[in-house]
């Protein structure tokens, strides 16, 4: 069969509807097949396509959802404008080892004002969800569905939104969940900028200065390693180096996110730049006294 | 083989650590079998029996949670006092056809502070929950445990607690849980009075008055159904024929509990006797003008 002229390949399945998505997770499941799920927001980067590869490493099947999710963005925040670009996603999913997408529209999401609420407490307290009221019971009401709607054995977050990250594994551990969250490096560019969609928002000027987060970060590392104040000096650099304005820097404990350091530990900033705000992060272990 | 005299009939299997009941929820799933889930606080009644006896109709499997959940007793009710009878309950489990029993412990259940929150929101605003604070979010900390612990297909609860019902449905609806909420119809004595593991605090005089709950709903169901109001002609029959102090009567619509009633409504009511905090409810249609 020849295909017409101005035909695409066809590219891998995708599933719009609950339905449809309950009855191909009940064929694998059936199938005695594991899934792994990994959530994204589209406008794919190397960031996802690094989770892709290392569900189908761990999983028979590799369900990716794109939803931009309306409900972890706040008033005034990029909803409308949040980069989307369904085509490329879907070839980019596909050539990563993607075995079905599930793009489901708002309303399918959300055919209701939920009555009940998932909150995450102290834990949004800190770093982004300081300045994102409510964003990340936005992340918990979708995560939550997801779970229960791919019934995965494990899903991949990406450690760059390690505040998701620690929330989610909150989420898992308090709730019972029957799945894995598996953490994934974050992937960045060869000068060391994290990998973002939101990073097309980027002046020319602002692109050139990204790459002093992750410089900022490595400097309070060095610091906090040696049991000095990391924040002054990362301030000083962000400063001198970037137009953006410092929304916070911290060092917290890690998963747990509280003042007490000593084991696991997340050195975090955001900034904001004209049109986007970069976050970046670095885990690392602090020796006790 | 002999059994040394004193020993009683082995009875069912009981499940006390959450590991033991993964790998028991496991096998059953490897094996491609269903699993009905009856969550109970113990000490159990024939309303439990009927439980069982619908989850062993619709299930190759019926796993029973025996749990007293702290979570959703508030401080000064009968956490300490709740009547507990473990070995009477295996034995009644076991002849009502119930397969495994978990009954773990509270550390089990909760090893720690969770840092995620659940909310029963304002579905906890009306009838139990407004006397109960908190009540609710106790109940859905360790239904959405068990629900994802026991992986079960369907999960059965008693119309009796008709305001947990309606949570929990709400609980699965928003948030994708892939199990059916199935309503059983409540069990009563032979004068009228709905079972439950509390009237063993009633005096003989209490347990003498008690049926009248019933025959109060009843006149207030005749009334609602003319489109009249049924809580005066209520107030005045129980005052008249029980000791007790009425917490609430209300008439909602249901599941969603507003005050608009047209269709599936609740006529609900809490008596306060001595020791006894007695609930009943009818569920009926109200036609619309």
């Known amino acids: 069969m020849r295909l017409s002229s101005g035909k695409e390949r066809e590219v891998l399945r995708t599933i719009e509807t609950i339905e449809e998505l309950k009855n191909w997770v009940q064929g694998k499941k059936d199938a005695g097949l594991s899934i792994g799920l990994v959530p994204t927001m589209g406008f794919l980067h190397e960031g996802h396509i690094k989770l892709v590869e290392t569900a189908k490493k761990e999983n028979d099947e590799v369900l990716m959802s794109i939803f931009v999710n309306p409900a972890q963005f706040g008033p005034g925040e990029d909803f409308e404008r949040y980069p989307r670009n369904m085509e490329r996603d879907k070839q980019l999913a596909e050539t990563a080892g993607t075995d079905v997408i599930f793009a489901p529209s708002a309303d399918e999401v959300y055919p209701r004002e939920s009555a009940i609420a998932i909150s995450a407490g102290r834990l949004a307290d800190q770093l982004c969800g300081k300045s994102r009221p409510g964003h990340f019971d936005g992340v918990l009401k979708v995560v939550t569905?997801?779970?229960?709607?791919?019934?995965?054995?494990?899903?991949?977050?990406?450690?760059?939104?390690?505040?998701?990250?620690?929330?989610?594994?909150?989420?898992?551990?308090?709730?019972?969940?029957?799945?894995?969250?598996?953490?994934?490096?974050?992937?960045?560019?060869?000068?060391?900028?994290?990998?973002?969609?939101?990073?097309v928002y980027l002046s020319e000027k602002e692109r050139s200065e990204a790459p002093h987060l992750k410089k900022a970060l490595e400097i309070g590392?060095?610091?906090?390693?040696?049991?000095?104040?990391?924040?002054?000096?990362?301030?000083?650099?962000?400063?001198?180096?970037?137009?953006?304005?410092?929304?916070?820097?911290?060092?917290?404990?890690?998963?747990?996110?509280?003042?007490?350091?000593?084991?696991?530990?997340?050195?975090?900033?955001?900034?904001?730049?004209?049109?986007?705000?970069?976050?970046d992060n670095l885990l690392f272990n602090i020796k006790g006294n």
Not at 238 to 244: I, V, Y
């Open 221 to 279: 590392k060095e610091a906090a390693m040696d049991g000095r104040n990391p924040i002054p000096l990362m301030e000083q650099h962000l400063n001198a180096n970037t137009s953006g304005q410092i929304d916070y820097i911290q060092l917290l404990s890690y998963p747990d996110l509280t003042e007490k350091v000593e084991g696991e530990a997340i050195l975090a900033l955001a900034v904001q730049f004209e049109k986007a705000r970069l976050i």
């Open 145 to 199: 569905k997801l779970f229960h709607l791919a019934q995965a054995d494990r899903a991949y977050f990406g450690q760059k939104d390690a505040q998701q990250l620690a929330i989610i594994e909150s989420l898992v551990e308090d709730f019972n969940f029957p799945l894995e969250i598996r953490r994934v490096e974050t992937v960045r560019e060869p000068d060391g900028l994290a990998k973002s969609s939101r990073n």
